[in-house]
Every structure is written in C-alpha cells, then in structure tokens.
C-alpha cells in the first residue's frame, strides 16, 4: 500500500546475491576437489605401472591381467577415496546443523506460572515482582493482589507496561525477582486477536466439545450472529491464514468468544473492545465482562483497556505509569486520592454515565436461540469454499516446458558448449582406458613405459576439460537460479490480496525455501552428474559394441527391459515426490501459525495438543517420504541386476571372441562392461532426480507465472493530486467471485481538504473502502477518480506512492527504527558543495541512504567528489536549521573526509524524520531507545508495544506529507490523552489534506466536516455531525449515545 515493492525487492536481492555467490564459492571447491582427486587417479595408477615394471623389469610385465586387476583395485579404492570429500562436506552440514538444534534446546525457555497455594479468595497475587524480556528489568517492583471474581480494568498510556502485565502473569516474562501465584485456569484474549485457519465454530471451540446452548449464547454475548448471518457459510466459513477474511472487529470477538467458551477460571482481556465501535463494545461489555450481567460474570476478569468509560463499571483499577503500578483501587478511591491523575485522563469531561441494558437495541430473547441456529449454524459440508492449507489440486504435469524454461534460464549456447566439453573430456577418458589396456600387447616394459606417459596426458585432458565444462555449467545455473528466484519474488509482491487468502503461507514458504533449495543446488549438480554418467555410458557401450558387435541384440534386450521398469517406475516416483511436497506445506504453515499464537496456546493449557497435531503433521510428511524413498530402492536394486546381467553378457561374448581379439582389448571390453553398469544407474538416478528437482523449478514458475495485480498506463504529474478530491461512484466489489459483495452502490464526493469520519459496525466495510482506495481490491462495478482521474487508469506504484495510509493492523518490518520510517532512504540526503572559479558555490546532492560512519561516508562519495576541495553539508542544514534552529538532540558531530580537508559537519539529515517522530509523539520514546534511530526492530514489531507501532506507523504516515491521508483505526491501541494529542496534530498538519478518518471511538471523528456511516457495505448517512445527532432515529444517534457522547 505505500508502493515499497522496488525497495524490498532490492534488500531481498541483495541477500540473495550473496547466498549466491557464496553457493557458487561452494560449488567451485567441491568441483576443484574433485577434479584433484580424478587427476590424482590417473598419475597414480601411471606411477603404480611404471614402479611396477621397475622392480624387476624382465619378469614385472605389464600383462592384461595386470591392467585388469590394476584397473579393479583402482576403482574401489578411488570410490572409496572419493567419498572423503563428500563424506567430510555431510560432516560439517550435519555438525553445523547440530550446533543450530543444540543452541535452540539449550537456549532458555519459558518460566510458566508458578501456581498457588490454593487461596480460594484470591485468583492472582504478585509480590514485589521485577520482570524482563531477556536480562534487562522492564516491569519494576510490581505488587498485585486480585480477588477471586473481580474485575480489574489495567490503564495507562502506551508504552508503560500494560500488556507486558498480562504477559508476567502467563508466565511469558522472566521474573527477575519476586514472584506470581496463579489460584486457577486462565483464558487469554491477546490484543493482536490469533486465528487459526479452520472454521469459525472451530476457533471458538479450540477443542472443546460441542454445547449447542452455551455455544449460541456466547455467539449473541460476543455479538457474532448478525456476522455469521453474512458470512457464506455461517458459522462452517473457513478462516484464512490471519483472519484475513474478517474485520478485525470479527476477528477480536471470535477470540473472545473462544476465552469465553473455554471456561476457565481468570480470563486476560488485552483491550479487546478497542476494535470494535461503540455499539457493539458496550454490548460486549454488558453481556460477557461487566461483574452485573456479564456472562463471565463469576470470573476473574482482568481487563486492558482505554476505553475510560468503563471504569466505574471495574471493581479495581490499576494505572500503569513508566512500566510501575502507579495506583490500584476502586475508581472512588483513585478519584479521592489521586485526582490528579484522573484529571490527567479528562474523565470528568467524558459525562459518566450508567450503562444500562435498556439502552441496548441488539437484545436476543432467550426464546430465540432455537431460530439462531437454523440462520446462522450450517453443517460441516465438503462443498465449502476453503481457504485452508490443503494440498494444491493436482494438474496436469508439463516437464517438457518446465525444462524448456529453466535452460532458456540457463542459456541454450552455455548447455551446449558444456555438453560439448563434456563429450571430448569423456572421449579423452574413454580413449586413454583403451591405449592403457593395448600397452598390455607390447613386447616390451620400454614401450609400455613410453606409452604410460601418453596415458597420463589423457587423462590430464580429461580432468582440465571436464574442470572447464564445470565452470561454464556452475556459472550458468547460477544464473538461472538468480533469475527464477527473482521472477518469483517480483510476481509475489506484485500478487493481489486474493492470492494470499486463498494460498497458505507454508506453500510460498516452501517455493521461497525447499523449491528455491533444489533449484540452486540440487538441481544444477543432478545436471552435471547426468549430463557426464549418459555420455560416459553411452561412450562405454559404443566401446563394447566396436569390440563385440555381436552382443549388440543381447544389449538391446536388456535395454528394453530397462525401460519398462523405468515405464512403470516413472510416473508412480512423480507422484509421491508430488505427494511428499505437498505434504511439507501443511507442517510449515502450522508450525508458523502456532508461533504466531505461543502465548496463547501456553496461557489455554493446550501445548499438547498443538504438539501432538504437528507431530502428526510431520508424520504425515515422513509417510510420503519413506514411500518415495522405497519406490526409489525398488527401482534400484531392478537396475543393478540388469546392469550385471550385461556385464555377465560382455563377458561371455569376450570370452567366446577371445581367439579373434587380443588379451588388451578383451580386458577393455570386460572393464567397460563393468562401468556400463554403474554408469547407467547413475544416469537413471540422475535424471529421477532431475525429474524430482524439476518439479520445483515447475512450481516456482507457477507462481512466477500466476496473475497479479491489473495495473494501468496512464501516467500523471508528480504533483498529483493537488487538490485532494476524492468521487466514489457507484462501487461495488468483493474480495472474490464466489463470495457475497462488501461494498454496494456507493456513490459519494469528497471535497478537496475535507475531513471525513467514516464509522459503522464491524464488518460494515469500512476497511475495504481504503482498500478500494488503493485498489487492493479492485472494483466490480463503478469507479473512484482521485482530482478527475480515474484511478484504475493509473499505473499503481504511483496511485500508492501519492496516498497515504495508517493501517488497522501497523506494520513492522525487521531492521532499524529509521529504516521502517524511511525504507527509501528520502529523507537523508547530504548536500555537497564545490567552490568553482569565483567562489560560485556549486550545489550536488547526495542520497547516502542514511547516517553511516565516517569511513562509510568517504566511501560512499564518488570519486569526482573526494578528488576535489570541498567542503559537506548536510540538506537539513540548509532546509530546517535557519528555519526551525538546531537542539543537541538532532545534532551529532562528525567528520566528513574529503582529499584536502577535513571539516567539522552536524548530522541533522535526521531532521525530518525526528520531526515527524514529534508530531507523532514517539520522539521522546525513540530517545530512550539503545541506538535511536538504528534500535533493531524485531519481526513484526515484536519489541515495540501495539500502541507504539501505530504511532510508528503515523510518524512513517507524516513524513509522506500525501495529499490523501488515511487513517484506518489508526488510534486504536493508545490511550485518549495519546490520542487526543493525535488528533491535534493531524489537524494541524494535515489541514490542507483530505483525511479519511476510519475509527470506533466516535470521539475522533466528531470535529470531522463530514461523516459518513456505513453497513451492511451501504452509506446509510453521510452528513456533518450536527446534523446526524439531530437525527434521533437515525444510526450515528444511536452509536454516539452508546458512547455516552450525548
């Protein structure tokens, strides 16, 4: 959505580039070592030979009988001496494999809660406890005692501790001192809801079983039954990987009606009311957390939360404050004794008022439960549009073009030079084996000694050759494997959002990592090796054949009935190899889904569960492996005996020849003969296992060739759009063909700097307005033009580079603070200035892609520039010095090298970003970060809180200064002071924007010009906020009265 493809696409290719090269520094090393080790086959036998005939030169004579059994011995001790190489290379994959697996089961795991003494008046106690994510304390001196049925509302702004709280209590943080005592079960209710990719009803259950009753009450008390009525097949409807087929409203209360159907003693609510508006949040709280009428009611409840107005509803509130307990009691004594804080929080502001069940209009009479399930409950049917990891369909198989591909990849004029190559190297091989064995019918050591030498430039031509082949081949496949990788990656990031809810990720996990495998070094060794085993079998029974011709019919018989095992071998090995892979997808998407939700599966108490379900999952793999490992040895032990029954051939044959031929040729016969066999096997071995490798190449090509995303042509200025007008006519779309329309035949107009407020229940469709917007979803019918442009005319990396969004799930990536601000490196430019002929400054801009150290810095500037007397600057020195002045927090000093001067330059080039951390208000935070700028994120934000990375996605949101501003519950996470200083600065500098404002807290949305409400995907009113409150009847009244807002 922020038009990044190019950007990771490079970060991506520049790790790939380097596996790479290092991939190619392995395979020249393992070929030099082999080349070495062939070279010394042939010296040493020459040298055997020649000390031989040495020893006693009238009776040591180089008979045939001595070549043969020479040759023999040879042979075995050079497949013996050949193994070491490949043999030690296993050893140090294996050992460095091992260290991997020791330095996991060895790292420290997982506290777990210490259980209780059985107090049956207290469900959670913590006594003076200080816990950490790794050694650094971050939870300070925490002394927390919570009755047994209470509820308790945990509070604060972001950042200051409250769900690493929730976490100390799982058992997730390690205590550093202290201690927890948990007196029950917990049922857990994280702020990021987990789905798993199964049913909607299998979510809730988590294995439970079925209660008709309690599982429909719990669907009206988590508001799900108007949901389940609009999903295609009610409560049967298969979740997508992430939820990614419902809001995430939809996706927070299946995880609540999960804690909930569970039944446990505590349940952990992490702010689950902060995605959902606040109609159905007040209806949720009324019917499953409020200590009056809740459902969970007799439960210990522990509630995250900055929905204030809750509180007084809470038995106990505790206010987090710079990761400490600051106070904890009722909402009464908080008001007496600690006003101040209170005030802090504008609660006297936010009319408190009783929440009532009168107010609800969203009632379900107990008699109607009977009627819900014949709506909303469907049987389990095989005719369900899934969305689960199951294998991919089987299609029909096309090798010819998957190979046609792959050699286009590698380059037809490299395959054929290296074939080529191949094929003089072998006749050298082949060649030198016959001269060796004439040496037998000389009539003297003299000659057979001179002839040794001959035999040795042989095999020297052979060994330098095949070395040279290697080489083209080795360069060559890399190539092709530089160039799929790179059409894969370009197709996936370019893919539709269809493609991602319909393919599970262990499938793209599997094409990006085992397919990619074999594709960079499976696949180009099973070349080499085939290529050489069929022309050195092929050059073998061209040998036995000029010999013997006889034997040509015997040959052709056993051939024949090598390819009827091959007949019936080959397609039954393709399709356990296909079934094998297949089965990998499955393992690897739950492995990843259940990291995902560690914590949750830990705080239920169901790690034996999820163990025992992967354990069958990589059963289910091993199965299919075993049983093409056993087809494979089935087809092996055929061939070997084929291959000796025409040695046995050979032989006879020679035998019977014998008075023809000389005693030198019948030995070559006999030991070409030999090596036809396993020359053969090698070649048929090698080309299953191409036949396996090219299956990956096929599937990478698949999803390289699979549909993206429709872009246009039609270019625009780069001041577009200037005004910001946004008209909606008549859209409707749906995230695919076979599901029901999310948005229907709206047609509205956005002036130019208007803000808009849009709101509406969950699942209304108000993020796949934006997601039109973007077109990530692209329109069924109708159309959106942004300044008198329609925007499915434009190209996309430039419709998303001109808008601006803060998503509703943030997004982090793993690497530095600044790169997740500025990934393309365009706000941290250097200005370099070169005096000419009369002291005329000469300005040159430089985009150094951010801070670096001095010695990077001279190293990056360009050659023409060093070389000349000059003095750097950085751009924020001249664009925001004079205007803004300078605070020792956006200045560091440095030196900037150049050939003849070294001059004193501040680093501001982080100025506009820091700015845009300010507006945000994350600026003081990042402070307090190791490093500022360069603190290492983690995967998905792991490191930072939920509200932080919003707010990191708002500053990244700042520093865009688009025309077109969305913000997608881009508040959702943090607390009202936070969001109200939020607001403020989005108004001021956002005031000549057009802001899109999607948010359950109608509060944010109340100084907007206009608001527009949605449902059921309809613009049900779209007018200014006075005049929808006038509207006693109408939906914005109801919502805002819910809010307690009139």
Request: glycine share 6%; proline share 3%.
């Amino acid at each position: 959505m922020y038009g990044w493809e190019k950007s990771f696409q490079e970060r991506i290719m520049k790790v790939r580039e380097e596996q790479l090269r290092l991939q190619k520094q392995s395979d020249w090393l393992l070929e030099l070592s082999g080349a070495m080790e062939q070279l010394f086959q042939f010296i040493a036998l020459a040298l055997s030979f020649k000390i031989y005939m040495n020893l006693n030169p009238e009776k040591n004579l180089l008979t045939s009988q001595v070549i043969a059994y020479s040759i023999t011995g040879f042979d075995y001790f050079n497949y013996a001496v050949s193994s070491f190489g490949p043999l030690h290379n296993t050893y140090q994959l294996f050992k460095k494999d091992a260290e991997r697996v020791e330095k996991f089961l060895r790292a420290e795991e997982v506290e777990g809660r210490v259980m209780g003494s059985g107090d049956k008046d207290t469900s959670i106690r913590i006594n003076k406890g200080t816990f950490s994510w790794n050694d650094t304390p971050i939870l300070h001196d925490i002394q927390l005692t919570i009755p047994r049925g209470q509820l308790i509302a945990v509070i604060g702004k972001i950042g200051s501790g409250k769900s690493s709280l929730l976490q100390a209590i799982l058992g997730e943080m390690k205590t550093l001192s202290g201690n927890v005592q948990i007196n029950g079960s917990i049922s857990y209710v994280p702020q990021q809801a987990w789905i798993q990719k199964m049913t909607l009803k299998d979510n809730i259950l988590f294995g439970k079983p079925y209660n008709q009753k309690e599982y429909l009450e719990i669907l009206r008390n988590c508001a799900l039954v108007e949901d389940l009525r609009s999903l295609p097949d009610g409560d049967q409807t298969i979740i997508g990987a992430k939820g990614t087929n419902l809001s995430g409203g939809q996706k927070q209360r299946v995880s609540l009606a999960r804690a909930i159907y569970q039944d446990k003693d505590i349940v952990l609510l992490d702010d689950p009311l902060s995605a959902v508006d606040a109609h159905v949040g007040k209806h949720i709280f009324e019917n499953v957390i409020s200590s009056k009428t809740g459902c969970l009611r007799e439960k210990t409840r522990v509630l995250v939360t900055h929905n204030l107005v809750y509180l007084k509803n809470c038995d106990k509130i505790a206010v987090m404050e710079d990761w400490k307990i600051k106070s904890y009691g009722s909402f009464e004594e908080l008001t007496e004794n600690d006003s101040e804080l209170l005030r802090k929080f504008d609660l006297e502001e936010m009319g408190m008022e009783e929440i009532t069940m009168e107010e609800l209009d969203c009632e379900f009479p107990e008699d109607s439960l009977e009627l819900e399930a014949t709506n909303v409950l469907k049987e389990p049917g095989a005719d369900r549009n899934p969305v689960a990891d199951v294998p991919a369909e089987p299609k029909e198989s096309n090798k010819l073009s998957a190979y046609s591909h792959y050699f286009q990849a590698v380059g037809i004029r490299t395959l054929l030079v290296y074939t080529f190559i191949s094929a003089i190297s072998i006749y050298f091989g082949v060649h030198g084996s016959f001269y060796l064995t004439e040496l037998s019918d000389q009539a003297t050591n003299e000659k057979a000694k001179a002839g040794l030498w001959m035999y040795s430039m042989y095999g020297t031509c052979e060994v330098l050759l095949a070395f040279y082949g290697t080489m083209l081949i080795i360069n060559g496949t890399t190539h092709a494997s530089r160039k799929l990788f790179q059409n894969l990656l370009i197709n996936i990031l370019k893919s539709p959002m269809e493609f991602f809810d319909v393919t599970p990720i262990g499938r793209i996990l599997g094409r990006l990592g085992s397919d990619k495998s074999d594709v960079d070094s499976t696949f180009p060794h099973q070349i080499r090796k085939s290529t050489t085993a069929f022309i050195t079998c092929l050059a073998s029974i061209i040998g036995v054949l000029w010999v013997t011709p006889s034997a040509l019919g015997h040959l052709l018989v056993i051939l024949f009935i090598y390819g009827f095992v091959l007949y019936q071998y080959l397609p039954r090995s393709r399709e356990l190899n296909e079934a094998y892979h297949n089965s990998r997808s499955p393992t690897l998407s739950f492995i990843q889904e259940s990291l995902q939700g560690a914590a949750s599966i830990r705080a239920y108490g169901v790690t034996e569960r999820f163990e025992r379900h992967c354990q069958q999952l990589s059963d289910n793999s091993r199965k299919a492996y075993y049983a093409e490992s056993n087809a494979t040895r089935w087809f092996n032990l055929r061939t070997k005996l084929l291959g000796n029954l025409g040695v046995l051939v050979a032989s006879l044959f020679a035998v019977y020849h014998g008075d023809v031929v000389t005693a030198g040729i019948l030995v070559f016969s006999i030991t070409t003969a030999r090596k036809i066999t396993g020359n053969f096997n090698n070649s048929i071995q090698s080309f299953f296992a191409l036949d396996s490798c090219i299956s990956s190449v096929e599937r990478m090509r698949d999803f390289a060739v699979s549909s993206t995303e429709r872009t246009g042509t039609r270019s625009v200025p780069r001041s577009w759009p200037q005004q910001g007008e946004i008209i909606i006519k008549n859209l409707s779309l749906r995230y695919r063909s076979e599901l029901e329309l999310v948005l229907r035949g709206i047609s509205v107009t956005i002036n130019p700097g208007e803000k808009i407020g849009i709101v509406g229940r969950t699942g209304a469709g108000k993020s796949s307005l934006t997601l039109a917007l973007f077109r990530m979803i692209e329109a069924e019918v109708g159309s959106i033009e942004i300044d008198g442009v329609d925007i499915s005319e434009l190209d996309l990396k430039q419709l998303r580079s001109r808008l601006t969004i803060v998503p509703q799930d943030p997004v982090c990536f793993s690497g530095s603070l600044r790169m997740n601000l500025d990934p393309l490196s365009e706000y941290c430019k250097l200005i370099y200035t070169r005096h000419g002929r009369g002291n005329a400054p000469h300005l040159e801009t430089l985009n150094l892609g951010g801070p670096v150290t001095v010695k990077q810095r001279e190293n990056n500037f360009p050659s023409e520039f060093r070389a000349r007397r000059g003095c750097v600057a950085c751009a924020a020195d001249f664009n925001f010095a004079a205007e803004r002045g300078e605070t020792a927090a956006h200045r560091r000093p440095c030196l900037i090298y150049t050939r003849d001067l070294v001059i004193p330059c501040f680093e501001t080039a982080n100025l506009e970003i820091w700015v845009a951390l300010g507006n945000a208000h994350l600026a003081e935070t990042v402070k307090e970060l190791p490093g500022m700028m360069d603190y290492q994120i983690t995967e998905n934000g792991g490191n930072l809180s939920v509200g932080q990375r919003q707010l990191l996605c708002l500053a990244r949101a700042l520093l865009r200064k688009s025309k077109i501003l969305v913000l997608d519950e881009a508040a959702a996470s943090i607390d009202m002071e936070t969001d109200e200083l939020v607001q403020k600065t989005i108004r001021e500098q956002c005031d000549k924007c057009t802001v899109l404002t999607i948010a359950h807290r109608l509060n944010t949305v109340m100084d907007s010009d206009r608001i527009m409400v949605l449902d059921k995907g309809i613009v049900v009113e779209f007018d200014t906020p006075k005049n929808l409150l006038a509207d006693q009847n109408g939906m914005f009244y109801s919502m805002a009265r819910d809010a307690n807002i009139i």
